[in-house]
């Protein structure tokens, strides 16, 4: 069985900073791409960010300049740095990965619990 766990969420003000973490575990061959989704309340999710094995980002243009995505390949990890945070970045925050597990033929998706971070103005 396959898990990811996401930590980092929180509360912050305006213009500050979060790091949120998602660590991948369980009978795992390989991952292929790594990715942040969100959920505003009323709103559909979306992507935030996104990252292949090999390293290439893609990123939402509401977020761009201000989120860096990265990986730990060797920890089955995936980053997001949120910097200048405004208030439109509230939402639960979910992690996202394309996973190869022992057993299965081919990769298959699997979502974290969700995250919640909240920027006051």
């Known amino acids: 069985q396959v898990r990811l766990v996401e930590s980092g969420g929180g509360l912050v003000q305006a213009g500050g900073s979060l790091r949120l973490s998602c660590a991948a575990s369980?009978?795992?061959?390989?991952?292929?791409?790594m990715g942040w989704y969100r959920q505003a309340p009323g709103k559909q999710r979306e992507l935030v960010a996104d990252?292949?094995?090999?390293?290439?980002?893609n990123y939402a243009d509401s977020v761009k300049g201000r989120f860096t995505i990265s990986r730990d390949n060797a920890k089955n990890t995936v980053y997001l740095q949120m910097n200048s945070l405004k208030p439109e970045d509230t939402a639960i925050y979910y992690c996202?990965?394309?996973?190869?597990?022992?057993?299965?033929?081919?990769?298959?998706?699997?979502w974290g619990q969700g995250t919640q971070v909240t920027v006051s103005s």
């Open positions: 369980g009978r795992i061959f390989s991952i292929n791409a």
């Open positions: 990252i292949t094995s090999g390293g290439s980002t």
């Open positions: 996202n990965a394309d996973i190869v597990s022992f057993g299965r033929f081919g990769g298959h998706d699997y």
